[in-house]
Nanobody
Framework: QVQLVESGGGLVQAGGSLRLSCAAS????????MGWFRQAPGKEREFVAR????????YYADSVKGRFTISRDNAKNTGYLQIDSLKPEDTAVYYC???????????????WGQGTQVTVSS
């Protein structure tokens, strides 16, 4: 059983930065991909970025390219999402997820963390 725990969210001013962490435990080798998603109030959950646990190949949503950086530390079984140049529209609950397929679809990820709130003030 893979378990994911996010941390690192908070309240930050526009233009600031945050680094979100996703600590994985359990049979992490059984999942190929780690993804980050976010959900703003009243909106659907949307894909942000994904990375292969083994090879580091990354992919980003167009809306975050150049500002977000996904990475992982296999020795620590931890994934990261570095968020720079934060904008008020980045305000959302951010979730990490693990799955077998490198897609942008939430339904392809079968393990989810509880989420961490990111709030950006203008």
């Amino acid at each position: 059983q893979v378990q994911l725990v996010e941390s690192g969210g908070g309240l930050v001013q526009a233009g600031g930065s945050l680094r979100l962490s996703c600590a994985a435990s359990g049979r992490t080798f059984s999942r190929v991909v780690m993804g980050w998603f976010r959900q703003a109030p009243g909106k659907e959950r949307e894909f942000v970025a994904r990375i292969f646990w083994s090879g580091g190949n990354t992919y980003y949503a167009d809306s975050v390219k150049g500002r977000f950086t996904i990475s992982r530390d296999n020795a620590k079984n931890t994934g990261y999402l570095q968020i720079d140049s934060l904008k008020p529209e980045d305000t959302a609950v951010y979730y990490c997820a693990a799955g077998f397929f490198a897609t942008m679809n939430a339904y392809d990820y079968d393990r989810w963390g509880q989420g961490t709130q990111v709030t950006v003030s203008s």
